[in-house]
């Protein structure tokens, strides 16, 4: 009789989709709330003559196109999976943080490229509106990254943490743009302004770098920074009757989930269940690794590592 376990068992260990209320509402106020002050800090920087203002307000533009990416991925992430798309949409989230940490490096070159040109030819500022829109800047840069920063404790999305290092270059921008006024007007010295966008692009490189490399990792499948190989197949051969450990691959699917896949190779002489020991070998990796995705197939010494030549008889 053929048993039906499917009505009666869940089966399926890790769902490969992601439901993120709080990151979801975090990015909704966060987009709303730039894409208000980006209007602002433009037509404020054009009124100034403020270049520091005027890139700041560049990045506040690529800010918006960010979130805007992250809330279509946070949306595909929460999809199930399909036929086609086995592991959902969860990558989807890694490239639109790619995309978001190249938007950060293309951006910190141009405004490196305007304020050496800005050196080359200085134009005069007026730092009393360049005053009072950093000041505004500062206040809401701060209120945004208190968001992502709190949004970030409760869930990990790769998403949230690029765009927390877009507000935190911004809330740099701001108190950078109000120390420069003040030595403005205590200096005269108009070159502060250009120096400062200087700074601001440095920082902000390295924030997208940082992001580039994080997304390029998991898009190439490597193994998470976290987590030692060598160290893993070690406690994987301990095991009762494992004889050795191949063909292992260890990779992220999205930022917080991790998969893993290996050939377990076993002492065919033992008389314990070779499911039991699989059991055992997919807890240890659960408890000490936090890998909840594992497949692990079982070799059996005298068969699968037979010489060649023992198939050909059941080939004909």
Known sequence: MVRNYSRNYYF???????????????????????????IVEFVGGLVSNSLALLSDSFHMLSDVLALGLSMLAIYFAS??????????YLRLEVIAAFLNGLAL??????????????MIFPKPIEDGIMLVVAVIG??????????????LKSEDNINIQ?????????????????????????????????ILSIVISAILLNGGYKILKNAWLILMASVPEELDVDQIISDMKKADQVID?????????????????????LDSK???????IINQLEHLLKSKYGLHHTTLQIEHLDLNHLD?????????
Do not use: C
Not at 22 to 36: F, M, V
Not at 138 to 151: E, K, M, Q, R
Not at 270 to 276: G, L, T, V
């Open 162 to 194: 690029s765009a927390l290092w877009h507000f935190f270059g911004d809330l740099l921008n701001s108190v950078g743009v109000i120390v420069a006024v003040v030595l403005i007007k205590l200096t005269g010295i108009q070159l502060i302004d250009p």
């Open 138 to 151: 500062l206040i809401v840069n701060i209120v945004l990254t208190w968001l992502l920063y709190n949004s």
């Open 270 to 276: 033992s008389s314990q269940d070779a499911y039991q």
């Open 308 to 316: 060649e030549n023992y198939f050909e008889q059941f080939e004909h």
């Open 105 to 118: 490096v293309v951006i910190s070159l141009w405004i490196f490229y305007e304020a050496i040109m800005r």
């Open 245 to 265: 450990v191949h063909e292992f691959h260890l990779w992220s699917v999205t930022s917080d989930q991790y998969s893993l896949s290996a050939h377990v190779v």
């Open 79 to 88: 999809k199930a999976p399909t036929n086609r798309f086995t592991y959902g």
């Open 12 to 38: 399926h260990h890790v769902e490969h989709r992601k439901v993120q209320q709080s990151s979801k509402r975090t990015l909704w106020a966060s987009l709303i709330i730039t894409l208000i002050f980006t």
